[in-house]
């Protein structure tokens, strides 16, 4: 079993600086991938960027040279980093890990931190 707690949300004006922790307990030596994922009012949640037990980095599109995802060794806790934020930036975001188990995997979530840009 793998937990996982969101903080860092909150309401900044377009423009700003938000810098999102995803802090972890359990399994954590059995976490392969780490993600952060965004759910916006009345869409489907959607993947925001990932970072892997390598260190591989992947950033959807819409947020490449704005979100910088980052972790602590030994996965004790993933951050996204959020510059220039629009207004369309704003959503609950969700931390997500992949973790083995046995020859498989298993998807954990967090609770997630809502993020509201406006003026």
């Known amino acids: 079993q793998v937990q996982l707690v969101e903080s860092g949300g909150g309401l900044v004006q377009p423009g700003g600086s938000l810098r999102l922790s995803c802090t972890t307990s359990?399994?954590?030596?059995?976490?392969?991938?780490m993600r952060w994922y965004r759910q916006a009012p009345g869409n489907q949640r959607e993947l925001v960027a990932v970072?892997?037990?390598?260190?591989?980095?992947y950033y959807v599109e819409p947020v490449k040279g704005r979100f910088t995802i980052s972790r602590d060794n030994a996965w004790s806790a993933v951050y996204l980093q959020m510059n220039s934020l629009k207004r369309e930036d704003t959503a609950v975001y969700y931390c997500?890990?992949?973790?083995?188990?046995?020859?498989?995997?298993?998807?954990?979530w967090g609770q997630g931190t809502q993020v509201t840009v406006s003026s």
């Open positions: 997500n890990a992949e973790a083995r188990i046995g020859v498989t995997s298993r998807d954990y």
């Open positions: 970072i892997s037990n390598t260190d591989l980095i």
């Open positions: 359990g399994s954590i030596d059995s976490i392969l991938v």
